[in-house]
């Protein structure tokens, strides 16, 4: 086993997940919103088409359709936040406890029994607020994976005095300068 640098550890809660998935899904909201904008413009010109032709039962199947995409602009990554946790909690069960080890050469994350490694030189980015640091990991696709992190989880420091040598760490060892460092 490796020697362990820090250790965050923290309980994966709704407001956490629904605060990751408002950073983290950006590309994927912005291509949701054009696909369904595009979609509801086809789905309300059908349907006045059919209302022009008097066929009433294509053009309400045509409306509920439109509407349907309309409100998926709106409320479409809020889904698949909702699913994404409710996997992870038929995956982990009720409360998703997750461990994060920072050994020398990798990061470990450790949720139920199930472990996921990555090397520091994956971690492109971050995004931080008052409760949570946010890794961003290098992968492609529409969802910008990251890796949360607990600013009270760091294992003998629950006040989180050890997040500006933390942060050193990691720039060090990302080679990206993922935090700005004063």
Known sequence: MA?????????????????????????MRKNLKRMSLIFSVIFY?????????RWTIPAGITLVMAVYFTLFIFFGYRVSEWI?????????????????FFEPVNVR????????????TT??????????I????QTGGM????????KKGFA???????????KKMVNEKSHNGVFEIQ
């Open 156 to 166: 003998g420091d629950p006040e989180g005095k050890c997040i500006p040598d933390f």
């Open 45 to 53: 010109a059908v349907t006045l088409l059919f209302m022009y032709l």
């Open 123 to 132: 971690i492109t980015g971050s995004y931080e607020t008052d409760d949570m």
């Open 143 to 150: 969802v910008e994976h990251g890796q949360v992190l607990f």
């Open 109 to 120: 994350v450790k949720t139920g029994d199930k472990t996921v490694t990555f090397k520091y």
């Open 84 to 100: 994404n946790y409710r996997n992870m909690q038929r995956d982990y069960g009720k409360y998703i406890v997750m461990q994060v």
């Open 134 to 137: 946010i890794l961003i990991l």
């Open 3 to 27: 020697k362990i640098l820090y250790e965050n550890k923290f309980i994966l809660t709704k407001a956490m997940h629904h605060e990751y998935c408002s950073l983290c899904f950006t590309k």
